[in-house]
């Protein structure tokens, strides 16, 4: 049996040629064992019409195994040759030609060494994809971030808006002023509760002494 894997064969018949001879040389062995079973019996019932035959029919069981071996040899024989000429001229393909599904080689033809770099092309255009792909993630998670740190923001505005309308209310122009008015009174405030520890703290003294 030939070695030649014949994948292009194999491609096109849907099978392997190797396999087609092998099934093909077993249904020739099949029907060689079924001819010598049926010459047996053909043997066996002409003996019976003999009469006297002092031939057993183990004796032709063992004749018929005999001639079934050398038939086998001389089978294999001729089918060494019957393999070679399915395999070379009958379920081969000839190499000038080409698939309906392998013309696309035909028409772009690559070298080794240009399918490399197209393959190293490919790479390089995944990692910029995927570097694309982690950078807009990047950017929309940003986005997020500036959403809610744009809603921070319009709190704070509208914080801003209502306190300035509650200083219009008490007859303050703005809110710049407001908060110097506050630092102002604050400080005051501040000086009042000084000079009202200092004192309580007279008057502490005063009670301790007496």
Same mark, same amino acid.
């Given at each position: 049996?030939?070695?030649?894997?014949?994948?292009? !064969?194999?491609?096109?018949? &849907?099978?392997?040629?190797q396999t087609c001879v092998l099934r093909v040389y077993i249904a020739f062995q099949d029907y060689l064992f079924e001819i010598m079973l049926v010459v047996e019996s053909v043997i066996l019932k002409k003996l019976d019409?003999?009469? &006297?035959?002092?031939?057993?029919?183990?004796?032709?069981?063992?004749?018929?195994e005999k001639f079934f071996v050398f038939m086998k040899e001389q089978f294999n024989k001729l089918f060494g040759n019957l393999e070679k000429v399915l395999l070379q001229l009958?379920?081969?393909?000839?190499?000038?030609?080409?698939?309906? !599904?392998?013309?696309?080689?035909?028409?772009?033809?690559?070298?080794?060494?240009?399918?490399r770099l197209l393959q190293e092309e490919v790479k !390089?255009?995944?990692?910029?994809?995927?570097? !694309?792909?982690?950078a807009g993630q990047a950017l929309r998670a940003e986005l997020e971030e500036q959403k809610v740190v744009q809603a921070e923001l319009e709190k704070i505005l509208q914080w801003f808006a209502g306190l300035e309308s509650i200083c219009r209310e008490h007859g303050t122009s703005s809110v710049k002023e407001s908060f110097t008015f506050l630092t102002q009174n604050s400080k005051k405030l501040q000086d009042v509760l000084k000079d009202v520890e200092k004192k309580s703290k007279r008057v502490k003294k005063h009670h301790q002494l007496l």
């Open positions: 049996m030939s070695v030649n894997p014949m994948a292009y !064969e194999a491609q096109f018949f &849907g099978f392997t040629p019409a003999i009469p &006297g035959s002092n031939i057993s029919p183990l004796q032709i069981r063992k004749c018929t009958v379920l081969s393909i000839p190499p000038n030609v080409l698939l309906p !599904e392998d013309k696309v080689h035909q028409q772009y033809p690559y070298s080794k060494e240009q399918f !390089e255009l995944q990692r910029q994809c995927r570097a !694309e792909a982690s």
